[in-house]
């Protein structure tokens, strides 16, 4: 066998390693996941979660232990990348997408329980500056349009991955709608999810960034920051429904129905989230 071969060879075999290693490491996790639920005698929800809901889905699902003694076990990340997940097969009983597009299209791929969608609020985008860019201009100075995002002293810009975040699709849609995508596309840094890329604001790694609102009404000391104007971008309606493999846990639709009650409702808008009953027409 020649060199070249036995490269090629060993960086086969090296992949499949690493392949089945991730794979026994997240079978692992979920197994110890369902097992501690299983000692603990109580039974269990999985949801799959868009990333802009980890906080006030702690809440939540604390509160929907209380009233039906059933735990939360949430995993977070892009719709789009849970979305494929559960396509391959991910166990999970819920998902909780950032958009009502992914829910509707697990449905129409035979992996979610069509008449589970539910709407359960919308989301806000927003434009978050750093304290360097703060810091730069006078601690008073306001971000009153994508305009902004011109200035010199603005050389990267975080967005979720467009590609499979809803709020990366959003972020471009007010961009190109505010005449300046293509201006500043070369500042663009993009980021797995919109959780990423307001963690990306929050240290200082990017001037600015287009995040969820949740992202900042949730920090004590978030500096200055502009709601996107809504007409700038289509709707972030996010959705859950149950997946395939969760119609068979009455606790997933008991969850999914949760969503809508007043407590529910009450923590999402806490967040920055709009209530979808009340929400004015676009």
Do not use: C
């Not at 009404?217 to 972030?236: G, H, M, Q």
């Amino acid at each position: 066998m020649s060199f070249s071969n036995r490269i090629r060879k060993n960086k086969f075999v090296t992949r499949w390693i690493v392949a089945l290693w991730l794979f026994t490491i997240g079978a692992a996790i979920a197994a110890s996941g369902q097992a501690s639920g299983a000692e603990q005698g109580k039974r269990m929800v999985r949801v799959a979660a868009a990333a802009d809901l980890k906080l006030p889905l702690e809440e939540i699902g604390r509160e929907f232990e209380k009233k039906s003694g059933i735990v939360v076990q949430p995993s977070f990340g892009a719709s789009g990348t849970l979305f494929s997940q559960i396509v391959n097969g991910a166990p999970f009983d819920v998902f909780m997408s950032a958009d009502a597009d992914y829910p509707r299209k697990l449905a129409e791929a035979g992996q979610a329980v069509a008449n589970t969608i539910r709407p359960y609020a919308r989301g806000t985008l927003v434009l978050w500056m750093s304290r360097a860019w703060q810091e730069g201009h006078g601690s008073n100075k306001q971000a009153d349009t994508l305009q902004v995002l011109l200035d010199p002293m603005v050389t990267r810009i975080s967005i979720a991955n467009p590609l499979h975040a809803p709020y990366g699709k959003a972020a471009e849609a007010a961009l190109r709608s505010a005449g300046i995508l293509d201006r500043i596309r070369p500042k663009l840094v993009t980021a797995e999810n919109v959780a990423q890329a307001a963690q990306f604001v929050d240290s200082g790694n990017v001037e600015a960034g287009l995040v969820a609102l949740t992202a900042v009404v949730s920090k004590k000391d978030a500096t200055k920051w502009l709601e996107v104007p809504r007409d700038l971008y289509p709707p972030i309606e996010q959705s859950a429904i149950v997946t395939r493999g969760g119609q068979n846990n009455p606790g997933a639709s008991q969850f999914v129905e949760f969503l809508g009650s007043e407590v529910a409702q009450k923590i999402l808008r806490r967040y920055g989230f709009a209530e979808v009953s009340k929400l004015p027409k676009p």
